[in-house]
């Protein structure tokens, strides 16, 4: 079993910062990707940033510039730093991990915390 658990949301107002940690836990023998969605009410889940194992990162274009993705992969921990936080980035943030168990070459599954909410008032 892999659990992985948000913490970090918040409500801020527009122009503040907020820190989204995320921890994967369980039966784990590699991660080789970690990642941010997010889901505002109404609209569909979408990529907000991601990160490989060797630190490559993709971010999505609203929030290019304002949002920073990290990880420590001996702690299994991703971070989403989000700062100058405007209103439309409020939406519940799931973090999501790309884990293999034991034994070591098993095939990599997905698993999806419960997911934090972020509210940015204007």
């Known amino acids: 079993q892999v659990q992985v658990v948000e913490s970090g949301g918040g409500l801020v107002q527009a122009g503040g910062s907020l820190r989204l940690s995320c921890v994967a836990s369980g039966s784990i023998a590699s991660i080789k990707r970690m990642a941010w969605y997010r889901q505002a009410p109404g609209k569909p889940r979408e990529l907000v940033a991601r990160?490989?194992?060797?630190?490559?990162?993709n971010y999505a274009d609203s929030v290019k510039g304002r949002f920073t993705i990290s990880r420590d992969n001996a702690q299994n921990t991703v971070v989403l730093q989000l700062d100058s936080l405007k209103p439309e980035d409020t939406a519940v943030y799931y973090c999501n991990a790309e884990v293999s168990s034991p034994p070591i070459g098993s095939l990599y599954y997905d698993y999806w915390g419960q997911g934090t909410r972020v509210t940015v008032s204007s």
């Open positions: 990160i490989t194992f060797d630190g490559s990162t």
